[in-house]
Nanobody, 118 residues
């Protein structure tokens, strides 16, 4: 079955950096668009960044210039490099895999907590 497992969350001070990783199994990874979403307490889950099968990346405005999404198809892994972290970036971060084609199935990881605080 499809599994997405996130790594790399934790506590970091404002201005610091973290790198999240998401290891995928059960899919032909190179064919899938991958993404990172986040959900802060009491708020809806929102898109952070996506990367397509052709390596085209998109970002939410609130992370542009600070976060970088990348993928390594040989390792079935997608990364999110987060720099200049702010307290507002505190959230549970979820990995997403979307199957190719119109209306492709979405798969989700279990989430990893990122806390930005002194």
């Amino acid at each position: 079955q499809v599994q997405l497992v996130e790594f790399g969350g934790g506590l970091v001070q404002p201005g610091g950096s973290l790198r999240l990783s998401c290891l995928a199994s059960g899919i032909i990874f190179k064919r899938y668009a991958m993404g990172w979403y986040r959900q802060a307490p009491g708020k809806q889950r929102v898109l952070v960044a996506t990367i397509g099968s052709s390596d085209t990346a998109t970002y939410a405005d609130f992370v542009k210039g600070r976060f970088t999404i990348s993928r390594d198809n040989a390792k079935n892994t997608v990364y999110l490099r987060m720099n200049s972290l702010k307290p507002d970036d505190t959230a549970v971060y979820y990995c997403n895999a979307r199957a190719p084609g119109y209306g492709g199935t979405d798969y989700w990881g279990q989430g990893t907590q990122v806390t930005v605080s002194l």
